[in-house]
């Protein structure tokens, strides 16, 4: 199954803050350091990207703006909602322990930069979950409280845990629920943290 990582939450920044928050993320990082710290993480196998430049790119028949970063950071904001893609597979952020911290770790530094409350981790495809992407276009153009509750109500309950998303059977595996992330203070990611250990 070709399963990326992805995760949503919501945000309210015009056009004009958008591209604000790109300059600011190309010129004081600092400034975000649970993001740089996953950049930093992975620059090792994105050498490539040692500038560490993020673009913007507007789409207006899709209603959308993307924001592009350094080692395969996508960000993809409708009017309501942040759509964080990443070339991460699923897989691997639901069994693999490091990459789910690592995750964790970005999607709550992008959490707090849009001022979100929560963030919904679902495939980025070929699971029922997924569909949630539809509602972030502009004939759509969803809230993320619209995006939980159809979760709730066509895909029931969200997973007490990251893990118990994934379902091992005799010959595959498969990907079964979604996962709504609070941070709560004791799993809150601390900048300072060696994700490396």
Known sequence: MGMDFTAYMSHSLKETEII???NELNENSTRFPLIREFIDTLLP???????RKWRTSVDRSDGTISLAGPCGISLTLSEKVCYFHHYFRWKGFLVDNEIQQLLRSVS?????????????YVPDNAARESAIMDFIWEDENKDIN???????????LPKN???DIYKEYEDYWDSEGYYIDYFNENDEPNKSSDLNS
């Open 45 to 51: 196998f994105n050498p490539e990207d040692n500038v």
């Open 20 to 22: 604000e928050l790109c």
């Open 161 to 163: 845990n990251i893990n």
């Open 108 to 120: 709550y530094g992008f959490m707090k930069t849009f001022k979100s409350t929560f963030v919904i």
């Open 146 to 156: 619209y995006i939980r509750e159809w979760l709730l109500e066509n895909c029931g």
